[in-house]
């Protein structure tokens, strides 16, 4: 079993910043695919930003150049760095570890 358990979101402004983290706990093992999805009121949950299995990373088209995902793998953590945040990225990020999912925490970009 693992946890996963996510951080650091919350309300910013159009062009601000916010980094979210997704610390894993538990029976985790190094080799899975993890990164982040979103899920917008109304639309189906999409992926933002992940690294499979061999360690090659995948971005949204809408992320490029914007968000960065990262991992500190002595602390069995996962981040997503988002810049230059538009009100369209107002969603809920759920990361992912393999097939387990955290609960989401909510980023809300005010115009």
């Known amino acids: 079993q693992v946890q996963l358990v996510e951080s650091g979101g919350g309300l910013v402004q159009a062009g601000g910043s916010l980094r979210l983290s997704c610390a894993a706990s538990?029976?985790?093992?190094?080799?899975?695919?993890m990164g982040w999805y979103r899920q917008a009121p109304g639309k189906q949950r999409e992926l933002v930003a992940s690294f499979t299995r061999d360690g090659s990373t995948n971005y949204a088209d809408s992320v490029k150049g914007r968000f960065t995902i990262s991992r500190d793998n002595a602390k069995n953590t996962v981040y997503l760095q988002m810049n230059s945040l538009k009100p369209e990225d107002t969603a809920v990020y759920y990361c992912?570890?393999?097939?387990?999912w955290g609960q989401g925490t909510q980023v809300t970009v005010s115009s």
């Open positions: 992912f570890r393999g097939m387990y």
């Open positions: 538990g029976s985790i093992f190094s080799i899975l695919a």
